[in-house]
């Protein structure tokens, strides 16, 4: 079953524009939503993360928005760059110490930034 | 300071041979994990580890064993190799709960099984 549900599945955005990449979890014993980035031949990288007591987190062009009652985050890119272009994938950690910081990915976002 | 080690970086099995796939730490974390990523599933969890000597199974982990003899290694061991297991491997370590700031990914292992 798929925890975490990811969407779009690709993405192209102009440059200076605004991306958006939306995810939704099914299951409440989260506490930890990161996003990652991952270019390609390399591995994921940590972009920003947010806890759920916590409605939005802004690092630079990159935010998290979180509607806990809707069980749904999304990251906004503002200002995307082709330097942007890369797989996204959303995660949420499951509670608990011996769940080992079990991440659960969503299905990731192919955004291409166009020049 | 290396970060998260995956060795080797690209390898070819035949049907039903085994392999292990290496993973080394020098971050001194707790927490290890393997990740297998096929395209349009993300990344699914194999294998964890909260310290050493303690190991359990993630969403897909037929086919393979985990081992955590040490903090700073975490082998992934493929038992006998079928085409299903042809992907992407990922080992990632991070800090225990009390220091989570999500997890280092290494740089990854091509695996296809022929």
């Known amino acids: 079953q798929q925890q975490v549900k990811q969407s779009p599945q690709s993405l192209i955005v102009q440059k200076g524009g605004i991306s958006i990449i939306n995810c939704a979890y099914e299951n409440t014993a989260f506490d930890y939503f990161p996003w990652y980035q991952q270019f390609p031949g390399k591995g994921p990288a940590l972009l920003i993360a947010i806890r759920p007591d916590v409605s939005e987190k802004k690092e630079g062009r990159f935010t998290i928005s979180f509607n806990k009652s809707a069980k749904q985050f999304s990251l906004h890119i503002m200002d995307s760059q082709p330097g942007d272009s890369a797989t996204y994938f959303c995660a949420a950690r499951k509670l608990g110490y011996n769940q080992g910081g079990k991440l659960i990915f969503g299905q990731g976002t192919e955004l291409s930034v166009k020049p | 300071n290396a970060g998260v080690t995956q060795t080797p970086k690209f390898q070819v099995l035949k049907t039903g041979q085994s392999m292990t796939l290496q993973c080394a730490q020098d971050m001194n974390h707790e927490y290890m994990s393997w990740y297998r990523q096929d395209p349009g599933m993300g990344l699914r969890l194999i294998h964890y580890?909260?310290?050493?000597?303690?190991?359990d199974q993630g969403e897909v982990p037929n086919g393979y064993n985990v081992s955590r003899s040490t903090t700073e290694d975490f082998p992934l061991r493929l038992l006998s190799a079928a085409p299903s297991q042809t992907s992407v491997y990922f080992c990632?370590?991070?800090?225990?709960?009390?220091?989570?700031?999500?997890?280092?990914f290494g740089s990854g292992t091509r695996l296809t099984v022929v």
């Open positions: 580890s909260v310290g050493a000597g303690i190991t």
């Open positions: 990632a370590s991070s800090y225990s709960p009390q220091g989570f700031r999500g997890y280092t």
